[in-house]
């Protein structure tokens, strides 16, 4: 029976280490796993910019990056590069934007310039843009989700700007290509760019824009056709406007 009792021991010990041996690998493991992630994501940020981050990460995947940059768009640009890495689950972005201080009203008129001034963003004036303590808030409709993404850039590469949340909503496929939005575009390019003319008239019969009337100038005469010929989703432009 001490025999047996004694086996029994041995056995119960050996799994006993087994056990702990296991343990500590899966433990050794999880912490070079961790180790090298850290690495990943370092040369990650490392391929775009040359300051120093503190990047750390936890056994979860979860990676934590602090530091300090000039623009919104850096430390978005930052959490968006360290997602790109394999075996990344989480990121955790705690850099700090230091960025001239601006008045609220200053940031939202640079934002709407910036906006006026990309044409592809279509419809600026459907964005609606509020700033309250360097946050921004973008809300509204854009025609495409590439719309969407450089309204965001846009105003995150604005001096002043610390945060930013984006309620944007893009129209569906059915409602972008519809005639009745392809005239709303029209007609917003002539309000914008060629505000002097008054009477121009635009139909528009699937995807085709008609455009008729009487323009102040030559130069109106020619271009207006041209700019709404560069609206995506429009298949043609039939021109009759006339001078005055």
């Known amino acids: 029976?001490?025999?047996?009792?004694?086996?029994?021991?041995?056995?119960?010990?050996?799994t006993l280490f087994s056990i702990i041996f296991i343990i500590t690998a899966q433990i050794s493991y999880s912490q070079v796993d961790?180790?090298?992630?850290?690495?990943?994501?370092?040369?990650?940020?490392?391929?775009?910019?040359?300051?120093i981050f503190n990047?750390?990460?936890?056994?979860?995947?979860?990676?934590?990056?602090?530091?300090?940059v000039e623009t919104l768009f850096d430390k978005l640009k930052i959490g968006?590069?360290?997602?790109?890495?394999?075996?990344?689950?989480?990121?955790?972005?705690?850099?700090?934007?230091?960025?001239?201080?601006?008045?609220?009203g200053i940031i939202k008129e640079n934002i709407n310039e910036e906006f006026q001034r990309k044409n592809v963003i279509l419809e600026p004036e459907k964005i609606n843009v509020t700033v309250k303590d360097g946050t921004v808030h973008l809300s509204g409709?854009?025609?495409n989700f590439k719309e969407k993404l450089i309204a965001q850039s846009i105003a995150s590469w604005q001096n002043g700007v610390t945060g930013m949340t984006?309620?944007?909503?893009?129209?569906?496929?059915?409602?972008?290509?519809?005639?009745?939005?392809l005239r709303e575009i029209s007609s917003d390019i002539l309000k914008r760019d060629f505000s002097l003319e008054r009477d121009i008239?635009?139909?528009?019969?699937?995807?085709?824009?008609?455009?008729?009337?009487?323009?102040?100038?030559?130069?109106?005469?020619?271009?207006?056709?041209?700019?709404?010929?560069?609206?995506?989703?429009?298949k043609n432009v039939i021109n009759e406007i006339s001078l005055e």
């Open 34 to 51: 961790a180790n090298r992630l850290v690495k990943k994501a370092e040369d990650m940020v490392g391929s775009y910019y040359t300051e």
């Open 201 to 234: 008239k635009i139909k528009v019969n699937n995807g085709e824009v008609y455009l008729s009337g009487k323009a102040r100038s030559l130069y109106a005469q020619n271009h207006i056709p041209k700019k709404i010929q560069n609206v995506p989703r429009v």
């Open 80 to 104: 968006e590069l360290i997602s790109w890495v394999e075996g990344v689950k989480n990121v955790n972005n705690e850099i700090e934007v230091r960025t001239a201080l601006l008045p609220d």
């Open 166 to 181: 984006v309620d944007l909503d893009v129209l569906s496929p059915a409602k972008a290509t519809s005639d009745e939005n």
């Open 141 to 143: 409709t854009v025609n």
């Open 1 to 14: 029976m001490k025999s047996a009792n004694k086996t029994n021991i041995v056995k119960n010990l050996k």
């Open 55 to 68: 990047i750390s990460s936890n056994q979860n995947g979860t990676i934590t990056v602090k530091g300090e």
